[in-house]
């Protein structure tokens, strides 16, 4: 009778946290539009929200500007994800603000980094998530 302990372990351990991209890719988008105006609205999974005020994710990245030292860029799960490439559409992509800048590294360069979600509920962009705060850990 010793699997009744282990079903009663298993029932009360907390849930494997969710891959962020996956939760960013499931955000759902429905866009409406009239004669005169156009407007998206944003289904943000609960999961995600919940991983807002202690943000982690690994990715690649992409840089928005040639500088020495960068304080923004975007991350993708995958390099063929670059939306600069053009060569395989554009696949999720994640804004990301640092707390301070760091240097500048080659494109595709595998990261992970801490920072601040922020959920952006304007109805003018597909922009549905954001990262500001970000600092290297990986």
Same mark, same amino acid.
């Given at each position: 009778m010793r699997t009744l302990p282990l079903i009663a372990l298993l029932a009360t351990a907390p849930p494997a946290l969710a891959n962020p991209w996956n939760l960013i890719e499931? *955000?759902?988008y429905k866009?409406?539009?009239t004669e005169t105006s156009w407007s998206?609205?944003?289904i943000i999974p609960d999961d995600l929200r919940?991983?807002?005020d202690s943000?982690? *994710?690994t990715g690649?990245?992409?840089p928005v500007e040639a500088q020495a030292y960068v304080s923004s860029f975007l991350l993708v799960p995958d390099p063929a994800d670059c939306p600069f490439c053009g060569e395989n559409g554009y696949g999720p992509s994640l804004e990301v603000k640092m707390k301070r800048a760091v240097p500048d590294?080659?494109?595709a360069t595998k990261i992970t980094l801490r920072?601040?979600?922020h959920i952006d509920n304007s109805p003018e962009t597909y922009r549905a998530v954001y990262v500001t705060e970000g600092v290297l850990i990986d």
């Open positions: 499931a *955000i759902e866009e409406t539009e998206v609205a944003k919940a991983m807002a943000f982690e *994710i690649y990245y992409v590294m080659p494109e920072g601040t979600l």
